[in-house]
């Protein structure tokens, strides 16, 4: 852990000689690539270490071909996951009206399918999270700004 801290205030102070608005540039292109990989991921339907999900369950009511689109489908698309990112932080994050819905399938919790319906625990399927590609992806656009 002290290793990490080392290293964030080395990078910290790499990262302050750069111009505010090279600083925003550069995490505004970070925050999109790994928007990308997350969407990516969702696409798949894999958590951010690469293991699968969960498939949906079947019940009577289910029928084979009956569901015509992947898990979370639109929740992957732009209007959804946004990328911001100013001179200090980058950011991807769901909107908060679906973050709730988000919440609740990220870590497994229990929620009612409606109103008055009956209380189901969902299984756990990380949606967002980073993984050794992100964490290659933000060290490469880093040391690509501080070579220019």
């Given at each position: 852990?002290a290793?990490?801290?080392?290293?964030?205030?080395?990078?910290?102070?790499?990262?302050?000689?750069?111009?505010?608005?090279?600083?925003?540039k550069?995490l505004?292109?970070?925050?999109?690539?790994?928007?990308?990989?997350?969407?990516?991921n969702?696409?798949l339907?894999?958590?951010?270490?690469?293991?699968?999900?969960?498939?949906?369950?079947v019940?009577?009511?289910t029928?084979?071909?009956?569901?015509r689109r992947?898990?979370?489908?639109?929740?992957?698309?732009?209007?959804?996951?946004?990328?911001?990112?100013?001179?200090?932080?980058?950011?991807?994050?769901?909107?908060?009206?679906?973050?709730?819905?988000?919440?609740?399938?990220?870590?497994?919790?229990?929620?009612?399918?409606?109103?008055?319906?009956?209380?189901?625990?969902?299984?756990?399927?990380?949606l967002l999270?980073?993984?050794?590609?992100?964490?290659?992806?933000?060290?490469?656009?880093?040391?690509?700004?501080?070579?220019?």
């Amino acid at each position: 852990m002290a290793e990490l801290h080392e290293v964030e205030e080395w990078l910290g102070a790499l990262l302050s000689q750069l111009e505010p608005a090279m600083r925003t540039k550069m995490l505004r292109e970070v925050a999109r690539d790994v928007r990308r990989i997350q969407q990516n991921n969702i696409t798949l339907q894999r958590s951010p270490d690469g293991t699968a999900w969960e498939p949906r369950r079947v019940t009577a009511r289910t029928k084979p071909g009956r569901i015509r689109r992947k898990m979370f489908a639109k929740l992957k698309t732009a209007k959804y996951l946004k990328a911001q990112a100013n001179a200090n932080v980058a950011e991807v994050a769901f909107v908060p009206s679906v973050q709730k819905l988000v919440r609740v399938h990220h870590y497994g919790l229990r929620d009612r399918i409606n109103r008055r319906g009956t209380e189901v625990k969902y299984a756990e399927r990380p949606l967002l999270g980073f993984n050794n590609q992100a964490v290659d992806l933000i060290r490469k656009k880093i040391l690509e700004y501080l070579a220019k």
